[in-house]
């Protein structure tokens, strides 16, 4: 059983920077992507990017496209979301995500909640103005 554990929330100003960790454990295969995924109180739950192990490439939502990156360590155990300009609006509640059993290929891949088999528990980031 895959567990996801995310680390480096918390709370940052206006325009800072932060990393998010998420280290993956007890598995014996390799995902066939590792995402990050948003909730706000009151909000859905909102795709930011994702790592896909095929190729190494990374997407990223359009709303953080080029202030967040996804990046992954060279032991493939830990996948990061590095958060620059932080704005207010980026606060919720940050999870982890592994897509173990769903294969996908092409544009428009892992962007989705229902393609993750595996989640976090979340770690908070709250961005003050």
């Known amino acids: 059983q895959v567990r996801l554990t995310e680390s480096g929330g918390g709370l940052v100003q206006a325009g800072g920077s932060l990393r998010l960790s998420c280290a993956a454990s007890?598995?014996?295969?390799?995902?066939?992507?590792m995402g990050w995924f948003r909730q706000a109180p009151g909000k859905e739950r909102e795709f930011v990017g994702a790592?896909?192990?095929?190729?190494?490439?990374?997407v990223v939502a359009a709303s953080v496209k080029g202030r967040f990156a996804i990046s992954r360590d060279n032991a493939e155990s830990t996948v990061y979301l590095h958060m620059n300009g932080l704005k207010p609006e980026d606060s919720a509640g940050y999870y982890c995500a592994a897509s173990l059993n769903y294969y996908c290929a092409g544009s428009g891949c892992y962007d989705e909640d229902y393609e993750y088999s595996n989640w976090g528990q979340g770690t908070q980031v709250t961005v003050s103005s």
């Open positions: 007890g598995g014996t295969t390799s995902p066939y992507a």
């Open positions: 790592f896909l192990w095929s190729g190494g490439r990374t």
